[in-house]
């Protein structure tokens, strides 16, 4: 120890710390070694970790965002919406197939294909949720928007007739059919958002299920023998029939819906146990190759424990002669200082005695710690005043040296603080207002705090000049000018900003300018016309929609006028049978009038004779000559009612004619109001016209009815003319008999002759009503006419309004002719129309439909 005491502190040390470095090298050098070892095991473990693991990381990764495609697939069933989906689910299957070259076990193997197996099944699921989707939606569209919209119109037609607002019941049983639409359709939204299939029993009960018969029922008792409410009735049934058909169809897609959404959860769920096997394998490799990892570690840091604890001791006791010489009077300094630290009395400072550095060093630091007390006082001071918001406070005090730098940098710092807090407090004044036109002034400031006060404003300028600009560009969106930019330059985000909203912008005004020209065209009846441009996202959707939308118009006006020439044919091959029908009733009433007036004379001769009875033995001759004269006259009569009995039937058979060409065209009508439909709004003016078709065929088929029914009445009155025209005939022979036997008779004349007066008259009665029924005929011949005519007038009428619209060219759209330039004597085949898969038009109705 006395050696020490003529060395230096500075020499003390520097032999101290030349050994330690020696020591300390010597254990690095053996700690490097180990390491190395220890290294090349960890880099072997990291690799195969790596390999292992990021793979199935990768899996789980993609897993997830394979769910998320599903369900945007799901849920926008658009083309790119499923592409995303099917190259997520290839890039699984390639995934899946590098992990079979990686994880070799056959646990591992089979853990794999099981997961390829859930893939295919999940795209599967998937697929047959969009499906069903899309089927909703048709039968949305297809089934429940048109029969609602039916029913609302006749309901609404029913309630507003005054024969409804008449009767209690038919108004009753009206406004409960409304209510039930009304509920039905929100029991359908609720059914949809909810898939609560328990509102089926509700609908049956409070809809238009089961229980809405009832009401359908009183309509159809009240009013189904009233000819005018005929077809109303007969719509709304339908409509009501078609409504709950789709609301049953719509029950059904949700149910599997549900069925396919647990089967997709299912499959994620054992996905994910796979895939977790898969990483608890991995783990379980990884930790075995970590057990081995450690081993080693212990081994080499016990021997580099070993030798660092003896050169520890080696070091510990040079260290401990260098640092006692030094540290007996600085622990003596260091107790005094900590008293002074933990009391912070200043006072209790007391110098070394002696002649050395340290006893130097503690006078020094009894003349520093009274400055010390006396600069710190007046920092507590000013820094209490300054945690109360109080920045007028300043040191006062003299010093010298640093505490008179730190005084006056201190007296500085608090007024910038001041300062700058007073500018930042208008600054956010002003922005709390909405003032982005204020500034503050960075003159006065320097270094950081002026930074702070030019950035506040320059982030208030670029705001202000960034908010203007957009404001400018919005204005005149507003106003319909898209041709406004932003030309600012922006800093950073609002760069991004600024270029989204002018890329947004002239793709924008460009869509629109197109679709204006495009749908001018088809204004104009121009569907031959094409989009120009090349478009993206919803705005080349549209661009296809609106593209389709022109050729099925094409298709769907070329089917209609095809159908209205068929139309127009039929009924002028019925005109002219009507023409041929009138000139044989007329001949027909001619006829019975020529009849009548010879019963008329025969009346007239009954009574003469009745009136002369003493004359008759004498005039017997003449009468039995006008009595066979009668005779023949019946036998005229009986053939012109034969001749009227087979007028009638070639009635019959021209109703029927009618009655076809009515079904045919009332089918073309319906398939084109289906075409309608699927074109959506763009198809709704069609969708009119096809309706009023179908109005026209709907008519010409009841006018048929009614001329058959008719016909029918007329054959049976005929049939009645007949017997009693026998009747007579055998009157007259019987009569005939009586002139022969009249001389040995005269006292039976005058009963015979009043027996003969009245079945004269009987005659007479029935040739009346026969003549009366041949009068009716002829009428209803007359409105057959007029009705071919109508009909021919209207069809004419829907092919010149076709004939302003431009067509687009198809395989299936060719030129139209118009309905005039048909041979009027030509006669169409009454054959089903021929769909495309081979089944006729109504059989096609009838699925759409359902």
Do not use: C
């Not at 080499?300 to 070091?315: A, D, P």
């Not at 640093?402 to 608090?414: C, G, Q």
């Not at 002239?506 to 478009?535: C, M, P, V, W, Y």
């Amino acid at each position: 120890m006395k050696f020490f005491n003529y060395i230096s502190i500075n020499l003390r040390l520097f032999i101290n710390t030349l050994l330690s470095i020696g020591f300390m090298s010597a254990i690095a050098y053996i700690g490097w070694q180990s390491l190395s070892d220890v290294q090349t095991k960890a880099d072997a473990l990291s690799g195969l970790q790596k390999e292992q693991t990021s793979r199935i990381a990768n899996l789980q990764q993609s897993l997830i965002l394979t769910t998320q495609l599903s369900n945007e697939y799901i849920l926008t069933r658009s083309q790119a919406s499923n592409q995303k989906f099917n190259q997520a689910i290839d890039e699984l299957k390639v995934q899946t197939e590098q992990m079979l070259n990686v994880l070799t076990s056959p646990e591992n193997q089979e853990v794999i294909h099981t997961i390829e197996t859930v893939l295919r099944q999940y795209k599967k699921v998937t697929n047959s949720n969009v499906f069903l989707k899309n089927e909703i939606n048709n039968t949305l569209e297809y089934g429940i928007a048109p029969t609602a919209e039916t029913m609302e119109n006749t309901l609404k037609t029913l309630s507003d007739s005054s024969e409804i607002q008449e009767s209690e019941a038919l108004l009753s049983a009206v406004k409960n059919l409304q209510k039930r639409l009304a509920d039905s359709q929100l029991m359908l939204g609720k059914l949809i958002s909810t898939k609560d299939t328990s509102l089926n029993q509700l609908f049956d009960q409070k809809g238009l299920g089961d229980d809405a018969d009832n009401d359908l029922s009183v309509l159809n008792d009240e009013l189904g023998s009233n000819f005018a409410w005929m077809d109303t009735l007969s719509e709304l049934s339908n409509a009501r029939d078609g409504f709950q058909e789709s609301f049953g169809d719509i029950k059904d897609y949700l149910n599997t819906e549900t069925e396919n959404n647990n089967s997709l959860i299912a499959l994620i769920n054992q996905a994910n146990q796979q895939i977790n096997f898969l990483s608890t394998e991995s783990q379980q490799t990884t930790s075995g190759l970590i057990q081995e990892l450690n081993q080693l570690s212990n081994e080499q840091i016990y021997r580099l424990g070993l030798l660092s604890l003896v050169g520890l001791i080696l070091i510990l006791l040079l260290n401990l002669l260098v640092v006692s010489s030094i540290t007996g009077p600085l622990h003596r300094m260091k107790k005094t200082i900590a008293r002074i630290a933990q009391s912070g009395e200043l006072a209790q400072w007391k110098t070394l005695k002696g002649k050395n550095e340290l006893v130097d060093m503690s006078n020094s630091i009894n003349d520093l710690i009274g400055s010390f007390r006396h600069i710190t006082g007046e920092l507590q001071q000013v820094g209490t005043a300054l945690s109360h918001g109080q920045f007028n406070r300043h040191v006062e005090k003299e010093y010298a040296g640093d505490l008179l730098s730190l005084k006056e940098n201190f007296n500085d710092s608090v007024s910038q603080i001041s300062h700058t807090m007073s500018s930042i407090q208008n600054m956010s004044e002003a922005i709390q207002q909405g003032n982005l036109t204020f500034s503050e002034s960075a003159d006065q400031y320097q270094g950081a705090y002026r930074k702070v006060v030019e950035s506040l404003n320059d982030a208030m300028t670029t705001q202000r000049q960034a908010i203007e600009s957009v404001k400018d560009v919005m204005l005149m969106m507003n106003k319909g000018d898209f041709s406004k930019r932003i030309e600012l330059d922006m800093p950073g985000d609002l760069t991004q900003l600024k270029t989204y909203l002018n890329n947004s912008l002239d793709k924008l005004d460009e869509a629109i300018t197109q679709k204006s020209h495009t749908l001018d065209h088809f204004r104009q009846g121009n569907f031959a016309f094409e989009i120009q441009g090349e478009f993206e996202g919803k705005l080349k959707e549209l661009k296809n929609n609106m593209q389709d939308m022109a050729a099925n118009i094409s298709d769907m006006l070329a089917d209609v006028q095809n159908a209205s020439s068929d139309a127009v044919s039929g009924v002028q091959e019925i005109s002219l049978g009507n023409q041929d029908l009138n000139q044989r009733v007329n001949q027909q009433a001619q006829a019975i009038q020529n009849t009548m007036n010879h019963m008329q004379q025969m009346i007239n001769q009954v009574n003469e004779s009745l009136s002369n009875a003493s004359t008759v033995n004498n005039r017997s001759s003449q009468a039995k000559e006008n009595t066979l004269s009668g005779v023949n006259i019946v036998n005229s009569m009986v053939e012109a009612i034969s001749e009227i009995e087979a007028a009638s039937e070639e009635i019959a058979s021209f109703t029927q004619v009618i009655d076809d060409i009515a079904f045919q065209t009332n089918l073309l009508a319906l398939n084109a109001a289906v075409e309608a439909a699927r074109a959506g709004e763009q198809g709704r003016g069609f969708a009119v016209v096809a309706t009023e078709v179908r109005n026209l065929a709907s008519k010409s088929g009841d006018a048929a009815h009614s001329i058959q029914d008719v016909t029918q009445k007329s054959l049976k009155k005929v049939k009645q003319g007949i017997e009693l025209s026998e009747l007579t005939k055998k009157a007259f022979e019987e009569n005939a008999q009586a002139i022969d036997e009249i001389s040995s008779m005269m006292s039976a004349m005058h009963d015979s002759l009043n027996h003969q007066s009245h079945g004269i008259e009987q005659v007479n009665h029935s040739l009346l009503e026969i003549n009366e029924i041949t009068q009716q005929n002829a009428s209803l011949v007359e409105e057959v006419t007029h009705t071919s005519t109508s009909i021919i007038d209207s069809v004419k009428g829907v092919e010149e309004r076709l004939l302003n619209f431009r067509l687009k060219a198809s395989d299936s759209v060719t030129s139209l002719p118009p309905a005039n330039e048909v041979d009027e004597h030509e006669v169409f085949a009454e054959e089903p129309v021929a769909t495309d898969e081979g089944v006729d038009d109504e059989t096609l109705l009838t699925d759409k439909t359902a």
